[in-house]
């Protein structure tokens, strides 16, 4: 069986419950193509050259897919919008800003190639039992790209309020998916870290840089580091991420756990994900 052989093969439409009844908010349709939700709105930001900051949306959806969802501008532009992998169309204005308590849900429509026929049997029979159990909704490793090879949640340092390990993180952790360039200023940021001056004049023009010169000059007047204002400066659809990772990982174990009381051992089969061991019925 074969899963997400191209964009067709899975298709995600939010299904929203907000009101269109005049307000500050214009409100827009986004429908993207193999394009994540932050580099969707980053696009249009640049288009339009409207300030991030009045933009609102309510969650994130998949990049190697079509997907439809809902997002405000405040003061936002009367307009549609059409990319070569995007297409936002205005819908009009609401009072409120659109947020994730504005989606009722998703409606999934999903292509499996190239089944044998015992796969297609083994399918049929879930379904079955899928009507009287449900499906565990597990968040899959997507969801889970921002953590490095430390193995720690760069949101749940944020919520634990330990600023600097946040951004030690989201800086300087490596990655597997490090381009070169990328593996050298991480390194240079573990080789000098706390040493901000330095690293300003060692790291190439980026935004990284530009979080490390917020540090570089507190430290030129010997003033202590200010690590939240510092974590504050990164792009807040990165933030974003990071929160729903962690915010995912947990809701994974939760999961996991209440499963885990609710059947017998020998109904349950166990698979890994980012988040940790996992576990859903077995078939029979």
């Given at each position: 069986m074969k899963l997400k052989c191209q964009p067709e093969d899975f298709i995600v439409e939010e299904l929203p419950q907000f009101a269109i009844s005049g307000g500050p908010h214009a409100v827009y349709r986004l429908r993207k193509r193999s394009i994540g939700t932050p580099e969707a709105i980053a696009s249009v930001v640049e288009r339009w050259q409207v300030p991030r900051k009045r933009f609102s949306y309510g969650g994130l959806k998949d990049k190697h897919a079509i997907t439809t969802q809902y997002f405000t501008i405040y003061n936002g532009p009367r307009k549609n919008l059409e990319q070569r992998s995007l297409e936002v169309t205005y819908?009009?204005?609401?009072?409120?800003e659109f947020n994730a308590t504005h989606i009722a849900g998703n409606r999934f429509t999903i292509v499996m190639r190239d089944m044998t026929g015992i796969e297609i049997a083994t399918a049929q029979r879930a379904v079955e039992d899928l009507q009287g159990h449900g499906l565990p909704n597990y968040f899959d490793d997507q969801r889970f790209g921002s953590m490095g090879f430390s193995g720690e949640w760069i949101g749940k340092a944020w919520c634990q309020g330990n600023y600097e390990r946040a951004l030690w993180l989201a800086l300087a952790d490596p990655h597997p998916d490090d381009r070169s360039n990328d593996k050298r200023q991480k390194q240079i940021l573990r080789d000098h870290w706390g040493k901000w001056v330095e690293c300003k004049e060692?790291?190439?023009?980026?935004?990284?840089?530009?979080?490390?010169?917020?540090?570089?000059?507190?430290?030129?007047?010997?003033?202590?580091?200010?690590?939240?204002?510092?974590?504050?400066c990164l792009n807040c659809d990165l933030r974003g991420l990071y929160l729903s990772a962690f915010q995912s990982a947990l809701w994974n174990r939760f999961l996991t756990a209440y499963l885990r009381q609710q059947f017998a051992a020998d109904r349950l089969q166990t698979f890994s994900l980012t988040s940790g061991p996992s576990v859903c019925l077995s078939a029979d």
């Open positions: 819908l009009g204005q609401a009072a409120d060692l790291l190439e023009r980026s935004h990284r840089r530009s979080i490390v010169t917020n540090l570089a000059d507190k430290e030129a007047v010997q003033k202590e580091p200010d690590f939240r204002s510092a974590f504050g």
